[in-house]
């Protein structure tokens, strides 16, 4: 089963979707299986990370600044290159192990929509089997 997901997102930011995944697999019904989230843009992705301290967002976007700065050499016509390599680097899809109808998370890992060229209206989509 395929679930198919809105969101408007702001600037550069990590949006939290664990919640919107979670009633993906309760509406499934799936009780033991896999369920995979994809991002079908080049300049945005998805990660698993610390959702416990929002510290940790923060810190992930100053380390992608720095490892992937606006350059004014970049040749792309829409100025958005660095916006290119950060979404390369995490990833445009996760899998997560379906347990006794839960996802199978560490205690404070959640699930993101990784925005690096906002705003936008965004998709994500959720397969679960």
């Known amino acids: 089963m395929i679930f198919n997901f809105s969101l408007p997102t ?15 697999v309760k509406q499934s019904g799936v009780k033991d299986g896999i369920c995979v989230i994809y991002c079908p843009h080049t ?18 976007l100053l380390g992608l600044d720095r490892a992937f ?14 916006a290119h390599l950060k979404a390369s ?8 192990i379906v ?17 690096f060229d906002g705003p936008r209206n965004r998709k994500f989509y959720v397969k679960v089997m």
């Open 69 to 82: 700065p606006d350059r004014k050499d970049f040749s792309h016509a829409e100025g958005n290159s660095h």
């Open 10 to 24: 702001e600037a550069q930011n990590f949006y939290n979707i664990t919640g919107k995944v979670l009633d993906a």
């Open 89 to 96: 680097c995490v990833g445009n899809s996760v899998t997560v």
């Open 43 to 60: 300049t945005a992705g998805i990660t698993i990370n610390e959702n416990a301290d929002p510290d940790v967002v923060g810190d992930m």
């Open 99 to 115: 347990e006794k109808g839960k996802l199978v998370l560490g205690t404070w890992q959640g699930i993101y929509f990784c925005e």
